[in-house]
């Protein structure tokens, strides 16, 4: 996918974000976010109850050691098992702490970045980078899934879009999961059909274009092979032109939503643009691929099963579309095919998670899973295909049930066939020569 999808149970857990005004919230921890001016924010953490530490989710890197600054020099941010932990630098209890963090893009591994700037001084934020549980009690419970009363008080004459709902002051809702995106800004979203969405005006044509013509394309022919989404989309596509380390793009999906974020400069420049417009449409096939996946996923080890099948369907749909060119599809897929083979010779996919390797569960999923299509289609004389099948699988999906390979590969023996089945194990699980063999023999 993009490359830079986060590895997260992004599709696996609905956010939790209702407006609070709707509920009456117990006591709850809080995060409240503000503007603290000069390009900051001021984030406070309210804890129902004092902690030794909080312990925040996901840490790819040291990107919050370096730039989250605290406002009594009481607190730190250490590392305990490689995750970022807020505590007091005397070890004391505390329940209320308040950092400012530059609202600035800073790109993350695997993780969507904390603000993302539009041109014109909007903003888009992450509530789940914020996230974080009272340390001890993460150590009991092994998970810190919230819910967190969130709140964010948007600048002055500025308004917030949360869950497609514009409000013009401060705005709180239950965050959970991973999180979901937060406008702020005084951009008016538009409305299609199928997206409410804000794009960056400051954007080229020859992207914003592209991205326009090509997204209603690709929603109508998802919701004609799969079943229809519950609700439109929000679609957020950001430009941060001042970012001065380097260009680049990153972005992803969350539930109901597609964001996509472009920083550095050069893209102004045709070439730059115009040769990132097939990577651009791949984007969001795979992305709203995702949308359309209905939450079936394969758990974290089974990666290949959402992030492969959104590779097939970005694959199939643009085909379909004829919306970039055949070389471009099978230069796709032949990259995919030798880095997967490439990957397999270093370990199982199942264990690619470990040596932090994710990218292989994209490359090795889009072969498994256009073979998958190739023998749906022939068995059922192209009355069927990986689409239909899909289909089945939302059906029979438990809610926020991930599958295992073990299961899936099953279903796969059932619906296609022993033949298929016992070769997708091979690639899946086989530590031998013969997973990057079966992936080679996977496609005609
Ligand atoms: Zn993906």
Redesign the pocket.
Known sequence: ??NS?PPLRLMLLAITTWLAACVSVPSQDQIQLSPAGDQHWNVIYRFSRPTSGITLVRTPNEARSNRWKFTSPDFEIIKVNDEDVIRRSDGGAFSMVNVLVPATYVPLPKDYAPFSPFSDGGLLIHSGRFQGCATAKLQVENTCDGPWLMKITPPKGMHIIVEGQLQSRTTQWLDSGDGTKVYVGTAKPSESSYFIGIVDSALPTAITEPIEKLLPQLMKLYAQMLPPLRQRPMLFVSYDASFSEGHGHQG??LPDQVFMHFYGPGWEGSDLAGQTYEDTAWFFA??TG?LFQHSVTGVRDASWI??GA?EAFAYLSLQSLKAVSQEYLDEHRQRALDGCSYALSKGTLASAVDRARFSDY?DCGLIMFLAIDAAVRMSSANQEDLFSFWTTLIAETGKNEPWEDVIFLEKIRHAIGPSLADRLRLVVSDDSDAAAIAVRQLLP
Do not use: F, P, R, V
């Open positions: 996918m993009m999808e992803g999906t795979h992305e995702h959402h992030e959104a994209y």
